[in-house]
């Protein structure tokens, strides 16, 4: 950064499927910290008539996005560690952390950081 000011106004989130809402909670969020981190829950999740129930984490461990996605149809579309939000001086920027499937909008791939190592894949997971 070069000590421009910040991009000015809000970056919302905004939940376009039922799915989405689950997974932001509501109909929108907005993004406050950056890099805004979003990935796939890999937890074992419990499903209940009130939506969907993640299972604690273990103690001390941190968490490696800021929004969990949910995915239970093989196969698998979103990775762990999928992508971030992030701003520089000339706005928001969308960075594929170097997930296995890439990360696509409207039909253009969005690139990794220079230097991003891919993510470790694991069959199944």
Known sequence: MTGSPAPQGRALLVALTPESRIALGAPEREITRFPYRVGRE???????????????????????????????????????????????????ILVDRASTCGTIVEGQTVEARPGAAPSPSTTGT
């Not at 209940?48 to 996605?69: A, F, K, M, W």
């Not at 762990?80 to 701003?87: G, K, L």
Request: hydrophobic letters at 25%; glycine letters at 8%; proline letters at 8%.
């Open 42 to 92: 890999s937890r074992g999740v419990q499903r209940t008539p009130h939506g969907v129930i993640s299972e604690r984490r273990n103690p001390g461990s941190q968490p490696s996005n800021d929004l969990y996605l949910a995915e239970h149809a093989e196969p698998l579309n979103v990775s762990r560690e999928h992508f971030e939000i992030d701003r520089d001086d000339a706005g928001y």
